[in-house]
């Protein structure tokens, strides 16, 4: 049944809940291939901004897994953030501290009456998501961040693939007992992912500063007026992936030794507005939708326009730092007086077809100018 699912059905599954990515989601693709049939499996960094997917993409891998029986034994999955493998009491192992939140998901999925050798099967088949991976950077605000490096140095355990001992409890002759699993971790799978937001300055001041050979490159724009008149202008822009060298990332704080264990490093573009405009109108965790089951609940229909859609979208593209999330800012700011009583808005109109209320382009651009200043 595996071998049905190619890279490029997997790549299917994923743009369907992942908007704006496609390059991205094709290595994942590819990378989720060779995990599920054994393959020497290349491990990988996202680095993007706050906003444009990676967590969005970690539980849309998950569900990947539960949607095909057939990958059963893949399900083991576990999302964390980077910092919370700081141990909670003093000379815990970092590396015993995710195995054993592997363990509790194993048997959470599969039951607590897990042999030895069925929790090992289970653990080596698992896929491992590492949110906010930025965060523990050997640097913080130019001084050396010891737990950062603690923290990179037991990832970097797993990601050699190396053979790990891990006391586990597993079910033997019918009773609870604890015993050493040996651990083959080169058989999992890791996908880590960070906003690494600092990264986009120092690399930008790096540059404009001539701190070495690397020139932001200008592009000529073409403007036409109304009136039938063209202007060109000379623009000089900067993109953090036509730019970023692996030495950017020591600089940064990220030790090579850890950065040479992932086999992608992709960069996640910035959404631009037709993408926030269809993640605001299809994503199941859009504002909007949201937002309409809540006005359904009070009996009102809710009603956004194309043109009040355009106009969210087009604000939200304006801060490409935060990417999504910012359509959920400016959307939610926008929604909440017509939350708390929607029967005195001008747009509220009862018909023989119920209570409507209509959230037009007016309506959006009087809050945006409202909330410029």
């Known amino acids: 049944m595996e071998q049905l699912l190619l890279p490029t059905d997997i790549y299917q599954f994923l743009a ?21 049939h054994g393959l020497p499996a290349p491990n990988v960094l996202l680095i993007g901004n706050s906003g444009t997917g990676k967590t969005t993409l970690m539980q849309a891998v998950a569900a990947f897994y539960e949607a095909h029986p057939q990958l059963d034994r893949f399900r083991v999955m576990l999302i964390i953030n980077a910092n919370t493998l700081s141990p909670e009491v ?3 192992d ?7 939140k592997l363990e509790a998901r194993a048997k959470v999925a599969f039951g607590s009456e897990l042999s030895a050798e069925a929790l090992r099967h289970y653990l080596e088949n698992a ?6 991976v930025d965060k523990i950077s050997g640097r913080i605000s130019g001084k050396p961040n010891v737990e950062g490096i603690t923290t990179q140095y037991a990832l970097l355990t797993m990601l050699e693939g190396e053979q790990f001992l891990y006391r586990a409890t597993v079910m033997e002759d019918g009773r609870e007992v604890e015993t050493d699993i040996p651990i083959d971790t080169g058989k999992l799978l890791f996908i880590c992912g960070g906003a690494f937001e600092e990264l986009y300055d120092q690399v930008y001041g790096c540059i404009v500063n001539r701190r070495d050979e690397r020139r932001l490159k200008e592009v000529s724009e073409v403007e036409r007026r109304p009136d039938g008149t063209v202007s060109v202008r000379t623009v000089a822009r900067f993109r953090l992936r ?15 030794q850890f950065i040479s264990r992932f086999g992608s490093i992709a960069m996640l573009e910035e959404l631009g507005k037709d993408e926030l405009r269809q993640i605001l109108i299809g994503s199941a965790a859009s504002p909007l939708r949201l937002c309409l089951d809540y006005f359904r609940h009070m009996g ?12 969210i979208a087009d604000a939200a593209a304006k801060n490409s730092r935060i990417g999504a999330r910012a359509l959920r800012e400016i959307f939610n700011g926008l929604i909440a007086p017509f939350e708390y009583d929607p029967t005195t808005s001008p747009t509220y109109t009862v018909t023989d077809k119920g209570p409507t209320l209509t959230i037009d382009q007016e309506t959006v651009a009087e809050y945006l100018n409202r909330t410029a200043g």
């Open 90 to 92: 003093e000379g815990e």
């Open 94 to 100: 970092r590396t015993t501290r995710l195995f054993g």
């Open 300 to 311: 009102i229909r809710l009603q956004v326009t194309d043109a009040a859609l355009t106009a």
């Open 242 to 256: 036509e730019y970023l060298r692996l030495a950017d990332m020591f600089a940064f704080g990220m030790m090579p």
């Open 127 to 132: 896929t491992v998501c590492v949110d906010e």
């Open 16 to 36: 369907a809940r992942v908007l704006g990515q496609a390059d991205l989601l094709r290595r994942i693709s590819v990378s989720l291939y060779k995990h599920i």
